[in-house]
């Protein structure tokens, strides 16, 4: 089946050319955009439109940036220009664009140091961005790139139940997402933000039965808190884990 939103962007994007890295210029435009709401825009990107139902392990970021938007289009846009079929483009795009960069590798540190590889039976975490990727789903509470006047939209200002259309994707589209992955999944939250958002889901009854993992730091270098955050917290996710890990034996 056709995706609705890709089905309604395809067009544009296979105007798209595969000769030269994509800017900003030929993504952050009318042709894309999603959404307007005072100084936040929102455009489409691809890579979070394939769900790993099957999956163990759930990351949770607040929105894709640029970087994973600019990698999700070249990405599909090469994987449709090769012949693939829409299903095989999507998965091969989600696999490119999910947590790329130096942030997955402050991300598998943390989750080896929660015992998760242990649990899954592989040799550690990153892994599972590589040959044990159908263990793994990646994805965000807004699901297509957020941008406040034009710079990555973290979450903050204005906060998510401040936009009509965040709150859409955050409180209706997110929690259908993670009821199409079968239980139960460790979900991870990356920063405070989307850790509040699951937290007021959880206590409206609205998310299905997975296990989450609160109080896991967000992995950007920006955050220098993190090394800390997670020392704090290490005993506690640990235990966490534990407790899943009991759940799926």
Known sequence: MLHTTLKRFLPAIQSLGTDRPLTKQDLLTPSFLMDKENDITMYYAP?????????????????????????????FVESHSSGK?????????????????????NLVDMIDQCGIPDILGIKNSSASFGKDRNLLHTTSIIKYPVFLKGKNYTGHQPPIDRSPSLQHYAFKEFPEELAQIISPALVIPLGKSVEQ??????????????TYLTGFPHPSGANGHRFRQFREHKKQLQEKVKTWADRIK
């Open 85 to 105: 079929s829409l299903e095989t483009c999507l998965k091969e795009t989600k696999e490119a664009a999910g947590f790329a960069g130096s942030m997955r590798k």
């Open 197 to 210: 958002s699951i937290l007021r889901l959880v206590e409206e009854n609205k998310l299905p039965n997975h």
């Open 47 to 75: 890579h979070n439109e394939y769900i790993n139902r099957d999956a163990k392990i759930v990351i949770v970021g607040i929105t894709p940036g640029w970087n994973q938007m600019k990698t999700a289009f070249e990405q």
